[in-house]
């Protein structure tokens, strides 16, 4: 992507990208196109497993693992290091283009999208590629495709419709065989009937085929009606209401309010305040946030692993309690629009129980009165700027936060009544309100703002952290999975994967290294940008499954919390600071399995060089009964084991540095004691307990196991 921003710039271009925003409603079942992706995964994992991995990895890329959504935010902070512009669309990213290149003022001066975009009226030139080496473009005229198809406007939309576009099935029934299925053949079927609606009508006596009699008016509708965010008012509204009809219309009609569907809300959503979309539009929320408001459905789909029985509890946990996070996320957000959004039902529809659905209490009294409890932050830029000086710190984040409420004397000060006459108007003062909020609403601290256990332990790791280690995100995620019950040794599901410890030794050996994976996993592993070359396993991709659904409910609670003080007028609502905002909080992407993968590769090569992992043990851990040949074998298996791995992650920058890295996650290199065991242990001390024993003695195997593990800096 760099490379192809500097060719632009390079070449004159100044690019102005356009994302989807809000989905309009669903013209397919949920998981209609999902089931299909988890069965190519589910047989991708199969090949791999036996060794076909050319054929698994394609199996993987045509499952399509990563979607736009993944990456918004790696995307939107690339653009604002770039001063690359780029809006979010109210819905569809077509419409808000094509009004960007139809506006009197021509925002842009050409559209490069999908072929869809000819949909629209008005539209002529699109174009469809671009070598950046030959510095050339591939582009289609519509007024050409029309006249070599002998079509007109209206009926190359039903055509297209009718052929089916992205998001919506084609018509399966056309009187031709799949073999001979071409867009000109539809073409010339619509054609022959003079309009999409009189050739489907020629179906009307075929009960299969009447459901795709209303999706075809709902799309169409969708098309001529899109609904676009205006420039210089703010408002959304339909296209056709903005913009003068195209100059290829043979009535010349201007279209007025009055021709707009009355029932545009069914198609698309109900209406939000305009704000809502202009902060959408300009990065501060994701469309995730809105969507299952809008749509009254929340769809969890299927992990890239697939599914185990724990997962699906979890799944429910982080969403259906009155106090769970999703739930509260949308609470956060219904209860600062007009009164009808709080009543709106939202159900959660799971992949493993899509035939149900399970209902959302965003309005219930309890998640109400839980939401309306952190309406006593709003501490002034005063105390923040005194904060990051008492903390030595430049960056509000987590630990400033956790700091400046670590004792109670600094939580009283946080304490501050909203004061109508003096809101909270810097960026720092949203951020650090935004993110207190959020640590009470996750009972990390309480209604008088003090230190929860888990704030306390999850507090002290963080100050054990190197800087530069960027441990903060990691060391949260860990204690809301421990307090989860999802970062254990034990198996998840009913059955083994592949990918796990691979030595000969006892179980308690590979079930205390299978905890240090798991671990070390949550943390993203640094490497070069483009394919992940290096091996793969599915029993950290099973446990990453836990982390990616825990680490993306964070970020939309705190999404959530920053547009409800926004609309709430905690802080002044009027602002172009909005992306800054939403980059300063954290969770902004997932973390990869790779880490994990690196430690097991180094793992189990050591005791395999080594002679066995009792032989590892032994040596390492200074065991009576360790030979100094077993010592300088072990010495000698990591050092080679560490060359080897320069070869087998050519992705990976530094694979010392990085093991290194990922066991000060565990265990500090020094007389410290380890951010995790730090925490684990500050938890188990509490009275009542935190966490279980049986939890905590699993970690103190785990790191009794971990130490002759230890990686040396290479000697220079």
């Known amino acids: 992507m760099e490379r192809d921003l500097k060719a632009l710039e390079k070449a004159g271009v100044k690019p102005v990208f356009v994302f989807n925003g809000l989905s309009p409603r ?52 690339l653009f604002k290091q770039r001063s690359v512009e780029f809006v979010v669309a109210p819905y569809l990213a077509w419409a808000q283009l094509v009004y960007l290149e139809r506006h009197d003022r021509a925002y842009v001066h050409s559209m490069y999208g999908a072929e869809e975009l000819f949909m629209f009226d008005g539209v002529d030139r699109v174009i469809l590629g671009i070598d950046f080496q030959s510095s050339t473009v591939r582009f289609a005229s519509k007024a050409a495709i029309l006249a070599d198809l002998q079509l007109t406007h209206d009926q190359f939309l039903d055509t297209a419709i009718i052929a089916g576009f992205e998001g919506f099935a084609t018509f399966n ?55 676009v965010l ?33 029932d545009l809300s069914d198609i698309f959503s109900p209406h939000l305040p305009d704000e809502v979309y202009y902060q959408v539009f300009r990065g501060l929320v994701g469309p995730s946030v809105i969507n299952p408001l809008t749509s009254g459905i929340l769809i969890e789909s299927t992990p890239l692993c697939g599914s185990t029985p724990d997962y699906e509890n979890y799944i429910k946990n982080l969403t259906e309690p009155p106090q769970s996070p999703r739930c509260v996320a949308l609470a956060l957000v219904s209860s600062v629009l007009h009164p009808s959004w709080t009543k709106r039902p939202v159900s959660a529809v799971y992949y493993f129980n899509a035939q149900s659905q399970f209902q ?21 830029a005063r105390y923040v700027e ?28 946080t304490i501050v009544p909203k004061n109508t006459e003096k809101l909270l108007e810097k960026k720092d003062e949203i951020v650090a309100n935004t993110l207190w909020r959020f640590l009470e609403l996750r009972s990390f601290l309480t209604a008088s703002h003090q230190h ?39 198996r998840i599901g009913n059955r083994p994967y592949s990918g796990g410890p691979n030595f000969q030794g006892a179980e308690q050996d590979k079930r205390s290294m299978l905890l240090v994976m798991r671990v070390l996993s949550i943390v993203p592993l640094s490497f070069h940008p483009g394919p992940w070359a290096g091996p793969v396993s599915r029993e950290l991709l099973v446990f990453n499954s836990f982390l990616r659904a825990t680490s993306r409910s964070m970020r939309t609670l705190l999404e959530a919390t920053a547009l409800n003080v926004l609309l709430r007028s905690d ?12 980059l300063s909080l954290p969770f902004q992407t997932d973390t990869n399995t790779g880490m994990g993968i690196l430690f097991k590769a180094f ?52 694979v010392s540095s990085e093991l290194q890295r990922g066991l000060r996650f565990w265990q500090l290199l020094t007389e410290h004691r380890g951010q995790i065991m730090h925490a684990v242990r500050s938890l188990r001390q509490y009275p009542g307990g935190a966490i279980t024993p049986d939890l905590a003695n699993q970690f103190e195997a785990a790191d009794a196991w971990l130490k002759p593990f230890s990686v040396e800096t290479p000697k220079s």
Request: aromatic share 8%.
């Open 26 to 77: 669903e013209f397919e079942r949920p998981f209609a196109k999902d089931d299909a992706k988890a069965m190519r995964r589910a047989q991708a994992w199969e090949n791999y497993e036996q060794g076909r991995v050319p054929v698994a990895q394609q199996g993987f890329a045509d499952s399509d693992p990563v979607i736009p959504a993944d990456v918004m935010r790696i995307v939107h902070r």
């Open 173 to 227: 029934f056309l009187p031709f065989e799949p073999h001979n299925f071409s867009f000109q053949n539809v073409a010339g079927f619509v054609k022959s009937r003079g309009s999409g609606v009189a050739s489907l009508m020629t179906f009307r006596d075929y009960p299969p085929a009447s459901p795709f009699f209303d999706q075809f008016a709902r799309a169409r509708c969708m098309i001529k009606f899109s609904l």
């Open 230 to 262: 205006v420039a210089q008012e703010g408002r959304v509204l339909p296209l056709p209401l903005v913009l003068p009809p195209p100059a290829s219309s043979q009535t010349n009609t201007v279209t007025t309010a009055a021709d707009v569907p009355s």
């Open 360 to 380: 959302i209490p965003h309005g219930s009294p309890m998640t109400t009165a839980f939401i309306e409890s952190v309406s006593k932050w709003n501490v002034d």
């Open 386 to 413: 005194n904060e990051l000086r008492r903390q030595v710190s430049s960056t509000i984040d987590l630990s400033l936060c956790l700091g400046g409420t670590s004792d109670p004397a600094h939580a009283q000060r």
């Open 452 to 490: 929860t256990p888990y704030a306390a332990a999850l507090h002290q790791a963080m100050k054990l952290s190197k800087v530069n280690d960027k441990f903060q995100e990691a060391l949260y995620l860990a204690i809301e999975l421990l307090r989860g019950g999802a970062l254990h040794n034990g």
């Open 571 to 582: 802080a002044r609502r009027s602002r172009e600071d909005y992306l800054d905002i939403a």
């Open 603 to 654: 793992g189990d090569t050591v005791c395999h060089m080594a002679g066995g992992v009792d032989v590892v043990m032994r040596a390492g851990s200074g065991t009576t009964g360790a030979h100094p040949e077993e010592i300088e074998a072990v010495q000698a298996a990591k050092e080679q084991t560490l060359e080897l791995l320069n070869d087998a992650f050519p992705n990976v920058k530094n």
